[in-house]
Every structure is written in structure tokens, then in C-alpha cells.
């Protein structure tokens, strides 16, 4: 049973966390093959059998279960697999990649990664959009079903069967953190009480969530390693051709990386979703690139170019791209911390911006002006102006 939450209760050891193992992209992406170790913020000892702890737990149905749907929610109440244990020291990480019980601790832990992160950003917990009901989160790690969803008190996780061999979304830590996001952003910011949604609201929830999964994937260490080697830590430049997307591996950076303006998309949520995420796409790769002048590690200032997309020339892109690369084995771990700083910038300045926004009163020009204010109260603040003129690019402003 579960113990009210108190950590003076712990040792300085069990305050470490605990131990599981994350693949940060399906194992079939080049690079990604082994998964990485991740601590999670319940401390050891008090993640439980399932896994399970305070915040949310995994059961894993016996038998064929229907995807929720109201009035059908949880508790699941039924016959269940035996449930992921931790080992002798308390920790997941020796559960073998290939059983359900390994899936059953990578979608726990991947969610769990995900709220750790944007709890630190935000500086404080965000409850459950549910907690009337339920105080958890109910994780079904494996349907036999062809789609992923969260809702009242539920993550539902099936397979991609778009692939020869079906691969479950709980291996899949992109799908699992874009779902956590919707539910994050739904304690956060609150659900709307007008039955009407807007188009916008829809639509920035899918940013969201696609960004959330962004900053996720840019906490493992093998994921910023690839992307910087890959590009010797030419984003900028890549990115203004957008061949940044096409040069990546990582889903999250193919979704990310291109140039639609709001004028350039329809109604449908998810189409409408993608200037938006672009637009915070480019703010992280920009205040990314301008770390790296301040610290003298490039030497292409995007400050003295009015317009991000529009405005740089071919030979300024060259003469960086030859800089970058020719220093770059050199500057690997320079390059490495200034996109962890970028990162941390822009994922506080967005989950900060959560505090201004309202679900019964919401457009894109509120949430980018809501950005512009959260960065301007914060660490970033000497990239207001960066900011706003990627918003107002896209047409957002
Ligand atoms: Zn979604």
C-alpha cells in the first residue's frame, strides 16, 4: 500500500531516485539501439511493484481489454500479468528488454521522466486535470489496438502497426511524451468549461505536446550526442535550409524543423499545430546559436539579421558551417552544455508560460504573447526580442 509522501523519511541514497531504463527513440533508429539509464525523482524504495508510486501506476490486463471510453474508465478491475518488481537494490533497471514487464517499467518511467522535467521548469508540481476523481495515473502498457490515448485518469498505450513487425508505443518514448504532455498541460493550464473548443486550443495542444516530447528526448545524453555530432552542431544553419529535419533521425527534431506560417495550414488540429511548435523550434535553435557567439564558440550573430528564415545570406552560412565543423571535435562538450542551456531557457520560458493562458479565452496570438512575457520575466529575459520575432515570422504575432 502506499505511504503518504514524505521524503524525511529516506536516506540520502533512496533520495538519489531511482533506476530504469529508457530507450529515447524505438530501438530500430540508428544509434538508439540500447536504451539509456534514467533516474527518476520517487526516491528508491518507494516505487513500488507495477511499477507504481504516488503520482501513477502501470497494470498490464491478462486478457483483451477495449481502449477506455466514458462512462468506461478506470481502476482497471480484472486478471493482470505479474507486475514489474523492482531488484534486490530497489532499482528497474534489470528487467530484460523483451518481456512485459520491461514494457510495463519503460512506460512508467518514461511518463515519470517527463513530469520530473516539466515540474522543474515550472518550479512546483502540476496536479492531475482528474485529482477529483482519481489521485494516480492508471498506465496500460500493451492493447491489442493501433493507437495510443490519455484521458480521465488513463495512458493507453497499443502498438504502431505501421511497421512489418508491430512495435509497442510503450517502447516508444516520443509517443509516451506527447501523450504525458497533453495531460500535463491539462493540470496546468485547466480544461475548458465551454463544450466549444477552439480550433487554436486544439491546436496548441498538439504543439505542446510535440514540443514537450522535444525537450524530453534533448534530457538524453545519447540524443544530444547524435544530433550534435551528426550536424557538427551546425543547427542553425542546417535548420534555415530545413535540412535539419531532413538530416535527423530523432522524430521529434523531423516534426519540428520547417518553415509553415499559420497562413500556409488548415483547421485540422495537428496541421494547425506546426507553425506554433516551429516557431518554438527555431527560438531553442536560435538562442542555441546565439550561446554559442556570446561564448565564442561561432561567430554568425542572428541579432544583426532582422528575420530569422529570410534574411541570411549563403556565405555567412558557409564561412559558419566551415568554422563550426573544423573546431568541432574540439567543442564538442562546449557545444553539448550551451544546447542543454538553450534547452532549459526555452523549456522554462514555455512551461512558464502556461501560468498566462486561459482555455475559455485562447488564440495563438495569446499563447505566443503569453511566451514573449514568460521569457521576459526569466533567465532568457536577453532573448525577449529573439522570441517574439520567431512568433511574428510564422505569423503567430
Ligand atoms: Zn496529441
Redesign the pocket.
Known amino acids: 500500500m502506499f505511504r503518504e509522501f514524505d521524503l524525511s523519511e529516506d536516506t540520502s541514497s533512496q533520495r538519489l531516485g531511482t533506476r530504469f531504463l529508457v530507450f529515447p527513440q524505438p530501438r530500430f533508429i540508428p544509434g538508439y539501439e540500447k536504451p539509456e539509464p534514467v533516474w527518476i525523482s520517487t526516491p528508491r524504495g518507494r516505487v513500488g511493484g507495477g511499477p507504481s508510486d504516488h503520482r501513477l501506476y502501470v497494470v498490464d490486463p491478462l486478457r483483451p481489454k477495449e481502449p477506455y471510453s466514458a462512462p468506461y474508465l478506470p481502476p482497471f478491475i480484472g486478471d493482470v500479468f505479474p507486475p514489474a518488481e523492482p531488484g534486490p537494490d530497489g532499482h528497474f533497471d534489470e528487467l530484460l528488454p523483451g518481456t512485459r514487464q520491461f514494457l510495463a517499467a519503460h512506460a512508467f518511467a518514461s511518463v515519470r521522466r517527463v513530469l520530473d522535467i516539466c515540474e522543474s521548469y515550472m518550479g512546483q508540481e502540476v496536479s492531475w486535470f482528474f485529482s477529483d476523481s482519481y489521485k494516480r495515473l492508471e498506465i496500460i502498457p500493451l492493447l491489442d489496438w493501433d493507437n495510443s490515448h490519455s484521458g480521465y485518469g488513463f495512458l493507453e498505450l497499443g502498438e504502431d502497426s505501421s511497421r512489418q513487425e508491430p512495435y509497442p508505443f510503450a517502447l516508444n518514448f516520443d509517443a509516451i511524451a ?1 501523450e504525458t504532455g ?1 495531460l500535463l498541460l491539462l493540470g496546468a493550464i485547466g480544461v475548458p468549461r465551454h463544450s466549444r473548443l477552439s480550433v487554436d486550443f486544439l491546436a496548441y ?2 504543439a505542446a ?1 510535440d514540443f514537450i516530447s522535444l525537450l524530453g528526448l534533448l534530457h538524453f545524453d545519447t540524443a544530444l550526442d547524435h544530433i550534435l555530432r551528426r550536424t557538427r552542431g551546425n543547427l542553425l544553419i542546417s535548420n534555415e535550409l530545413d535540412r535539419l529535419a531532413e538530416l535527423s533521425d530523432e522524430k521529434q527534431v523531423r516534426t519540428l524543423s520547417h518553415s509553415l506560417r499559420i497562413g500556409d495550414v488548415g483547421d485540422e488540429a495537428h496541421d494547425r499545430s506546426r507553425p506554433f511548435s516551429g516557431a518554438l523550434f527555431d527560438t531553442l535553435v536560435e538562442i542555441f546559436q546565439l550561446i554559442l557567439v556570446e561564448r565564442g564558440l561561432a561567430s554568425l550573430d542572428t541579432r544583426t539579421i532582422r528575420e530569422v528564415r529570410l534574411d541570411l545570406r549563403q556565405e555567412e552560412l558557409d564561412r559558419e558551417a566551415v568554422q563550426l565543423r573544423e573546431a568541432y571535435n574540439a567543442s564538442h562538450f562546449a557545444l553539448k552544455s550551451a544546447l542543454e542551456e538553450a534547452r532549459d531557457l526555452v523549456g522554462e520560458m514555455f512551461v512558464g508560460s502556461w501560468f498566462y493562458l486561459d482555455p475559455d479565452n485562447f488564440s495563438f496570438p495569446m499563447a505566443s504573447e503569453a511566451l514573449v512575457q514568460a521569457v521576459s520575466n526569466r533567465r532568457g529575459k536577453r532573448f525577449t526580442d529573439r522570441v517574439y520575432l520567431n512568433f511574428a515570422w510564422r505569423g503567430l504575432l
Open positions: 506527447h497533453h495542444h498538439e505536446a
